[in-house]
Nanobody
Framework: QVQLVESGGGLVQAGGSLRLSCAAS????????MGWFRQAPGKEREFVSS????????SYADSVKGRFTISRDSAKNTVYLQMNSLKPEDTAVYYC????????????WGQGTQVTVSS
């Protein structure tokens, strides 16, 4: 059974930084992408970033390019999202998720961690 546990959220002022972690367990992830999503109040969940576990190739939403960096530590089975130059519009619950390579659907999700950016 796959478990994804996010941590690292909190309250930060605009312009500040946070690093989110997603500790993954229950399978090997070499054939998976790990993604970060977020959902703000009253809005739909949106894609933030993803990383292919095996190669480390990454992708980002335009809204976070140049500010956020996704990475993974294979030894710890953990994915990180370094968030710099945070803006109030980054306020949301952030979720990590996994999907198989060549699949369009993310199947496993964590419980989420709240990020609040004050102006």
């Amino acid at each position: 059974q796959v478990q994804l546990v996010e941590s690292g959220g909190g309250l930060v002022q605009a312009g500040g930084s946070l690093r989110l972690s997603c500790a993954a367990s229950g399978r090997t992830f070499n054939s998976y992408h790990m993604g970060w999503f977020r959902q703000a109040p009253g809005k739909e969940r949106e894609f933030v970033s993803s990383i292919r576990w095996s190669s480390g190739s990454t992708s980002y939403a335009d809204s976070v390019k140049g500010r956020f960096t996704i990475s993974r530590d294979s030894a710890k089975n953990t994915v990180y999202l370094q968030m710099n130059s945070l803006k109030p519009e980054d306020t949301a619950v952030y979720y990590c998720a996994t999907r198989r390579i060549f699949s369009a659907q993310y199947d496993d999700w964590g419980q989420g961690t709240q990020v609040t950016v004050s102006s």
